[in-house]
């Protein structure tokens, strides 16, 4: 195994901790404590930047905040790390480690990774399902427990030791990992690339050892395809104990294995289920949106239609990825298109943009000019 050494140094560089900044406010700066730090971001790049290297980084406990996520109302702690400074730190820890833990990651891990979300994973799957149709012809759906609040901080810390030989870097990331009670805390930023990094060896198993042909994991979500029923539970015994005697982690029991849709050649009927899985309803011929989501967007056009919002718009832009990548036109005909001006919304957004762009490059000017002066 590759080891790395003097990351802390990368981490600590004022140009390193100014993209933090920058990365951190994004679809944020109207917030106060952002604008704060935006307008005098060298105080505190030398803020920060002192606070690491004499490891004065206390990373604050969050309170708790329980949210009913989407339609379906599941349950979700949530903790929101304060901007100034975790977020800051959280962004600039990542980015020194982000080609670090994406090199051995496997390509069909697809949440909340650079360039592979949930349309990444829509496409391998669509092409898996309709060029072959016999070793799609089951399939096993489980997820993992109270995944972020079951992680083994020392399993964690382990995996890390061994692949980062800088004890300062390791300090610094044991404080953002013990900023919780127990597991890792869902909201942190760093908090998915731990996840993602410490299951990338059960990706490996599963596709090495369990020989698994077609296998996605949507972070704790995993969904495997196969020829027989007898083959997809024998995986789903391996994956359990895997995850219980390595991470002691547990599989969720609503776990299932079942038969994917198809049309029998006895009555030309319709059997087997579809695919829910991040956000679509995968069939042979066709992939539509989660029902869930039909909602949110039907809601959002509402709220929009009566109040044109930077973030309302470019939720609505963003839903509008859905709508094109999948076979949903009659969605956008029916409850988008007469309501809301989707080529509006686009000037509406660039615009806003670009006077945002022109007040930092302002800003900027004004900067520079008032350090010139007093350093004559």
């Known amino acids: 195994m590759k080891t790395y050494k003097h990351l802390f140094e990368q981490v600590v560089a004022e140009d390193n901790i100014r993209q933090a900044i920058e990365e951190a406010a994004k679809r944020k700066r109207e917030r106060r404590d952002v ?10 790049v030398e ?30 702690r949530i903790r929101k790390p304060h901007f100034k400074y975790d977020q800051i730190i959280h962004h600039a820890v990542i980015q020194v480690l982000e080609p670090i833990l994406m090199k051995p990651m496997y390509e069909m891990s697809c949440g909340s990774i650079p360039g592979r979300g949930s ?24 997820d993992i427990k109270h995944f972020y609040e079951s992680v083994d901080k020392d399993i964690l810390k382990g995996m890390l030791q061994r692949k980062i030989r800088d004890w300062k870097m390791l300090n610094l990331l044991f404080e953002i990992i013990d900023g919780c009670e127990r597991g890792l805390p869902l909201g942190n930023y760093t908090s998915q690339w731990f996840a993602n990094f410490m299951l990338t060896e059960l990706d490996h198993y599963v596709k090495e050892e369990l020989k698994a042909k077609y296998y ?21 015994k391996e994956i359990e104990r895997y995850l219980r005697e390595r991470f002691h982690l547990r599989v969720k029991e609503n776990w299932q294995v079942y038969r994917f849709e198809y049309v029998s050649r006895k009555d030309g009927k319709l059997h087997g ?13 066709r992939t539509i949106l989660r029902r869930s989501i039909y909602y949110r967007i039907t809601r959002k056009v509402r709220r929009v239609a009566k109040n044109v919002t930077i973030q309302g718009a470019c939720g609505m832009v963003s839903y509008m990825g859905y709508i094109k990548n999948t076979d949903s036109y009659m969605v956008y005909k029916e409850y988008i298109r007469p309501v809301v001006n989707i080529g509006k919304l686009k000037k509406f957004i660039s615009v806003r943009r670009k006077k945002e762009a022109i007040r930092r490059e302002n800003y900027m000017e004004n900067r520079d000019r008032y350090t010139d002066r007093s350093s004559a």
């Open 273 to 285: 289920r579809d695919l829910d899985f991040m956000g679509f309803r995968f069939k042979r011929n």
């Open 119 to 142: 349309h990444y994973g829509r496409k391998r799957i669509e092409k898996w399902i309709r060029s072959d149709a016999k070793n799609t012809k089951y399939i096993f759906k489980m």
């Open 216 to 236: 996605v994991r949507y972070m704790d979500d995993i969904v495997i395809f196969g020829p027989n029923k007898k083959e997809l539970h024998r995986i789903h």
């Open 47 to 76: 803020r920060v930047q002192k606070m690491l290297i004499n490891e004065e980084y206390s990373a604050h406990i969050d309170r708790v905040c329980v949210i009913n996520e989407g339609t379906h109302l599941k349950v979700r």
């Open 35 to 44: 604008k704060r730090v935006l307008n005098n971001m060298d105080y505190h």
